[in-house]
Nanobody, 121 residues
């Protein structure tokens, strides 16, 4: 299983970015896909997740109403639309896949390389 995240960059506070995670290597119909982030000096934390089949979504409280996770089955790609970005959203964002909705860094089975998101004030 390979996961490739992209879409990070530098944006001003209040701006938007859309991250993409392209998945390949096997069928993902029974997988859960998630976005995590890690800021300097902090632990990796869960941001948002989605069940590949059915589209049920999961969010951490501090992004509800600002971030939206979605998936395109035909493209095997999961997106994270991030609006109203804040400087505290600055982190390396990682996509991950797991066989269960265990939204912890140790609960995911596969990880992609991260993409840097920097929000300036």
């Amino acid at each position: 299983v390979q996961l490739q995240a992209s879409g990070g960059g530098l944006v001003q506070a209040g701006g938007s970015l859309r991250l993409s995670c392209a998945a390949s290597g096997r069928t993902f119909s029974t997988y859960y896909m998630g976005w995590f982030r890690q800021a300097p000096g902090k632990e990796r934390e869960f941001v948002a997740g989605i069940r590949w089949s059915g589209g049920r979504t999961y969010y951490v409280d501090f992004v509800k109403g600002r971030f939206t996770i979605s998936g395109d089955n035909a493209k095997n790609t999961v997106y994270l639309q991030m609006n109203s970005l804040k400087p505290e959203d600055t982190a390396v964002y990682y996509c991950a896949a797991g066989v269960a909705p265990n939204w912890s860094a140790g609960g995911m089975n596969y990880w992609g390389k991260g993409t840097q998101v920097t929000v300036s004030s």
